[in-house]
């Protein structure tokens, strides 16, 4: 009976052992992706002259004020400064639990704040970076625009092969620099989800198409990035995110955001901008209404409760 009880206690006390022991190894582990992701957000920070100007009070996470942010999607290539192909505007609201979200198209044709003409919008990150375009499309949207992330569009090729490929449901069959994609669900490499994200001319809706391609490779990399099966790659994630994505924001803001703001997710909204293809001295613009501009302007600053604008 003595020797049951005995090895009872060793098999008892040998569980304990390695019950601690694998307490101590998720800590551990927990600490190293605690410190990488840190490590990631302080490489991602950038530091820019911005200051809205129709921001009337300091944003306050703890009251949870409202807030915006420009998504920017830079295509920068060897030698070439870039352009914005992409600009996405999100407004995140805690207490009405939604995010709404407008794609601003590359070819809309408005006033590039700071140097005093009218250009495609798109071309404001090309004259004067990141600064710039926030002030231009804060004043074409006529809301205050808070913050800032900016995704080198080359980093679909780093993050997709990191997290070991995506898989997307393309709509229509189409050849892309060399490379053939079927309708229907595909899986994707880095090189091909670039290629896939890329193509324009052959979409019969043109930018539109283009940038809903660009969300489902977003939309899998998020999904694929948080399964188990590539938690192991996570420095490597970690390591093309911090390489190929710049914002103003700080750890400790994303961290407020991430506590504050999490409920937002569960409505997702999306708005669309609509105007009149045309050419002005031989270039392609898209020209937009100002009853088109001022309705999606004040369904914005609706979600930021802040004041609509009267109608002219």
């Given at each position: 009976?003595?020797?049951?009880?005995?090895?009872?206690?060793?098999?008892?006390?040998?569980?304990?052992?390695?019950f601690?022991?694998?307490?101590?190894?998720?800590?551990?582990?927990?600490?190293?992706?605690?410190?990488?992701?840190?490590?990631?957000a302080?490489?991602?920070?950038?530091?820019?002259?911005?200051?809205s100007?129709?921001?009337?009070?300091?944003?306050?996470?703890?009251r949870?004020?409202?807030?915006?942010?420009?998504?920017?999607?830079?295509?920068?290539?060897?030698?070439?400064?870039?352009r914005?192909?992409?600009?996405?505007?999100?407004?995140?609201?805690?207490?009405?639990?939604?995010?709404?979200?407008?794609?601003?198209?590359?070819?809309?044709?408005?006033?590039?704040?700071?140097?005093?003409?009218?250009?495609?919008?798109?071309h404001?990150?090309?004259?004067?970076?990141?600064?710039?375009?926030?002030?231009?499309?804060?004043?074409?949207?006529?809301?205050?625009?808070?913050?800032?992330?900016?995704?080198?569009?080359?980093?679909f090729?780093?993050?997709?092969?990191?997290?070991?490929g995506?898989?997307?449901?393309?709509?229509?069959?189409?050849?892309?620099?060399?490379?053939?994609?079927?309708?229907?669900?595909?899986?994707?490499?880095?090189?091909?989800?670039?290629?896939?994200?890329?193509?324009?001319?052959?979409?019969?809706?043109?930018?539109?198409?283009?940038q809903?391609?660009q969300?489902?490779?977003?939309?899998?990399?998020?999904?694929?990035?948080?399964?188990?099966?590539?938690?192991?790659?996570?420095?490597?994630?970690?390591?093309?995110?911090?390489?190929?994505?710049?914002?103003?924001?700080t750890?400790?803001?994303?961290?407020?955001?991430?506590?504050?703001?999490?409920?937002?997710?569960?409505?997702?909204?999306?708005?669309?901008?609509?105007?009149?293809?045309?050419?002005?001295?031989?270039?392609?613009?898209?020209?937009?209404?100002?009853?088109?501009?001022?309705?999606?302007?004040?369904?914005?600053?609706?979600?930021?409760?802040?004041?609509?604008?009267?109608?002219?």
């Amino acid at each position: 009976m003595r020797t049951k009880r005995r090895k009872k206690k060793k098999w008892i006390r040998w569980l304990a052992g390695l019950f601690v022991v694998l307490l101590a190894g998720i800590g551990v582990f927990a600490y190293s992706v605690y410190h990488h992701v840190k490590q990631t957000a302080n490489e991602m920070h950038e530091q820019v002259n911005w200051k809205s100007e129709k921001r009337q009070e300091e944003v306050s996470f703890e009251r949870k004020t409202p807030i915006s942010i420009l998504l920017i999607g830079v295509d920068e290539r060897k030698g070439d400064k870039g352009r914005a192909d992409t600009l996405i505007v999100m407004t995140v609201n805690p207490n009405k639990q939604s995010i709404e979200m407008v794609s601003v198209p590359r070819d809309t044709r408005t006033e590039i704040i700071g140097k005093g003409t009218k250009d495609k919008i798109n071309h404001s990150y090309a004259f004067g970076g990141v600064e710039m375009t926030m002030a231009t499309v804060e004043h074409f949207l006529d809301i205050p625009i808070d913050y800032y992330i900016k995704v080198n569009m080359e980093s679909f090729r780093d993050i997709v092969n990191a997290v070991g490929g995506v898989t997307v449901n393309n709509p229509f069959a189409f050849t892309y620099e060399g490379t053939h994609f079927p309708k229907g669900e595909i899986t994707l490499n880095g090189d091909e989800a670039l290629k896939y994200s890329r193509m324009r001319k052959d979409d019969p809706r043109g930018d539109f198409g283009r940038q809903d391609r660009q969300k489902q490779i977003i939309q899998a990399i998020i999904e694929k990035g948080a399964s188990f099966s590539s938690l192991a790659n996570y420095s490597d994630v970690l390591a093309a995110i911090g390489k190929n994505i710049k914002t103003n924001l700080t750890f400790d803001e994303m961290k407020n955001i991430q506590e504050n703001y999490k409920d937002a997710r569960k409505q997702i909204k999306q708005l669309h901008i609509t105007g009149q293809g045309t050419k002005i001295n031989g270039i392609y613009y898209l020209v937009v209404p100002e009853s088109e501009r001022l309705a999606i302007s004040n369904e914005l600053k609706e979600h930021l409760e802040l004041k609509a604008t009267a109608s002219r």
